[in-house]
């Protein structure tokens, strides 16, 4: 049965975060420390308490964790409201890398793991980055996995360099993804390890200059220097990387989908409300169909969008697994919400490239969006793999 309807518990639940991100969180994106790198972590914490007190922290967690147990469908309607203001999710701690390091953790750590790393990320209290990304080694094909790790039955030692790694400065737990050498104690290959950030050959090298700036503490530079953990910091089974990566990015790139729909939809709104002021040649813009047209498309899109997501959220609370509809949504959706905010940029006419509105913003993050958790070239290679399969 197909069927869309929003209960009014859930549009309830829609309408009080859509209130909390405009009436708190809006006014923080004048803040100066959201930096070009990103907010920074004192402002993150600020908008945390704000989403404590507000009883809208952490709300997609299990509820004997104290969150609302959510589907998927529920959650891409709340974080479309939560994605509204891009602090919106940070504030709510369910933005990215963290939430989806959370879901992973929370489908593989052990009870002891888990009480260490994932219970304060839970509750606000802690960060956490995901090293996967190499210079010259992994990215779109993880195959070529350059860090490694070599283990004496007693201890790892990880040896490598990432980057673009998210949220590294200031994070507390770290998920590392590290080729296992040959060992006669363990399976070898891609494997994860979970680690305190505090760590001794944890070195952040730098913080990349990037061109979008909603990710806590941006982009970093990480070197592993003789990084050495005890056995219990295996997260999984070792030689088990690829497939946990697997089950970590299927939601992840949908909760992307989400919380940019909302931002789109705010660059729409801008976009119109300024149609209907502005004037030139006689009436204001939104009455010449040039400009119509470009708000229409928009529309179109987020709907769209809307549905792709959806569908793909019905089917993995249907129980299936989502990953070609999941990588399906990821391209298309973010090539689409890119042209939303191209379009919004160009109704805006000048004022769309400067600070004046949130919008240059939304685009230039939304630009990053075709490229992380899979670029859009690396899903339709998927996608015309399975259809050809
Ligand atoms: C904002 C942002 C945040 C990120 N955060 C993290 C993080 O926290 N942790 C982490 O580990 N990584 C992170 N990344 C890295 C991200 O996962 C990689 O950028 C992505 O996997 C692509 O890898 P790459 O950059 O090495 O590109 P490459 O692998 O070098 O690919 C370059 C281009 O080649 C093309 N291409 C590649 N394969 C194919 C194919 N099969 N068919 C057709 N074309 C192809 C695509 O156009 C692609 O964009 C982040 C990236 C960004 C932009």
């Given amino acids: 049965m197909i069927d869309f309807t929003i209960s009014d518990d859930l549009a309830a639940r829609r309408d009080r975060i859509r209130r909390f991100v405009q009436e708190q969180i809006v006014p923080y994106e004048r803040d ?18 704000l989403a404590r007190s507000a009883g809208l922290l952490t709300i997609q967690a299990a509820e004997a964790d104290g969150g609302w147990g959510l589907s998927h469908v529920e959650q891409a309607v709340l974080y479309e409201a939560a994605g509204w203001s891009t602090l919106g999710p940070i504030a709510m701690n369910c933005a990215a890398p963290d939430e989806g390091n959370m879901f992973l ?37 993880p195959g070529q996995l350059q860090t490694s790790a070599t283990f004496d039955g007693e201890n790892f030692v990880v040896n490598g360099r990432k980057w ?92 992307h989908c989400m919380r940019w729909l909302g931002a789109a939809e705010r660059a729409q709104s801008i976009a119109i409300a300024h149609a209907k002021t502005r004037t030139a040649f006689g009436k204001p813009i939104g009455e010449h169909q040039g400009v119509s047209f470009m708000l229409a498309d928009n529309e179109i899109a987020l709907h769209q969008c809307r549905l792709t997501i959806w569908h793909a959220c019905w089917l993995m609370d249907s129980g299936a697994k989502g990953r070609h509809e999941s990588s399906i949504a990821k391209a298309y959706v973010s090539e689409e919400l890119f042209k939303v905010a191209d379009r919004c940029v160009q109704v805006l006419g000048g004022i769309g490239i400067s600070d004046e509105t949130v919008v240059e913003m939304i685009f230039r993050d939304m630009r990053a969006f075709r490229l992380y958790d899979g670029p859009t070239e690396v899903h339709k290679y998927a996608i015309g793999r399975q259809i050809l399969r």
Avoid: C
């Avoid at 959201?34 to 908008?47: I, V, Y």
């Fill in 105 to 141: 953790l929370g489908k593989i750590t052990t009870p002891e793991q888990a009480a260490t790393f994932l219970a304060p990320m839970i509750a606000g209290h802690q960060r956490s980055a995901f090293a996967m990304t190499e210079p010259g080694g992994a990215g779109s094909d």
């Fill in 164 to 255: 673009l790694i998210t949220g590294a400065r200031g994070a507390k737990t770290w998920i590392i993804m590290a080729n296992l050498e040959d060992n006669p104690h363990l399976p070898s290959g891609p494997t994860l390890f979970l680690t305190d950030g505090d760590q001794q050959g944890i070195v952040i090298e730098r913080i990349m200059n990037t061109m979008d700036r909603n990710y806590v503490e941006g982009h970093a530079v990480v070197e592993f220097r003789d990084l050495t953990l005890p056995r219990n910091a295996l997260l999984g089974e070792s030689g088990q990387a690829f497939r946990y990566a697997q089950l970590r990015l299927a939601p992840a790139r949908l909760t």
């Fill in 32 to 49: 100066p420390r959201l930096t070009q790198h990103g907010p920074t972590d004192e402002l993150r914490n600020e908008l945390v308490e």
